[in-house]
């Protein structure tokens, strides 16, 4: 999968599990400050990704993600390992 | 608008005797399906399993300690593959190792705290993953009277207890938005092999002590917990209710 469709089905995550609206989300965005994702939702967003990507995110690397872009780079690096 | 009450699966820890075999029963009848987890003993777990299945219920065994992490994610993978995933998590399993502080042992100590709150931790953390899939969830906790207004010969079990009423409200409040509500359930002094331990003596002493005049039956704290894991219960979170006869008032 490429970082493309990787980031559209991130976005498309954001909108269906955490409600957020689609014009809101760029890939610069952090989710606690921009999006008003609490820290409870980023644990859930992981939880989504882990389910839909197939990947397994450990606490450690989860912890240090702050914005979109971060998240679509980690999948894509698990993807690919 | 009236509450439905859906057929959820049900994990009762410490489910094969005592109060948590009359929970696993209750919810049993409230048309939950329930893993009934235990340590040791098998015949008590097929018991209760056979008790339950005899009154056309659902139920299945899981042997696990859950004071320890490998065991809890394989018991919660085994549920999860033979019911689905767990709605309701009732944290019952507890030990008890009495002495007087001054001559108390520090394995006594931590056998309690590890059987009695660390398993709290331990299974609440691994069956909240599908609790928040869900959007819907019910963790009950059973705690003891010991836990509100203390016990001499019991400073490490009243200590795991009151731990248990601390993470309760701390949990709760981390994951109310989510639709999970995460209660406890103090019992007194109930009619258990636990309480029959202490000797006949014991127990007619602690009954003229409770204002009912009597030591408790396990259905009847079975009962609060079937109403905290119902959909009446719906807007009740971070709560201890207290089941002991008056014991404490």
Redesign the interface.
Known sequence: MDKAAIEGKLVDLLVDELGLERDDITMEARFEEDLDV?S?GVV?LL?ALEDNFDVKIPDEEAEKITTVGEAAELVSQKLNT | MVAHNASRVALVTGGSRGIGRAIGELLATQGHQVAINYVSNDSAASEAVAAIEANGGTAIAVKADVGDEGAVAAMMAQIEEQLGSIEILVNNAGVTSDDLLLRMKPEAWDTVIRTNLKSVYLCSKAAL?GM??ARWGRIINIGSIAGVSGNAGQANYAAAKAGVIGFTMSLAK??G??GITVNAVAPGFIATDMTAALGEDAAAVAASQITLGRLGRPEEVASAVGFLASAEASYITGQTIVVDGGLAI
Do not use: G, N, P, Q
């Open positions: 609490d409870l859930e939880m | 993953r928040l899939r981390e994951i938005s989510r």
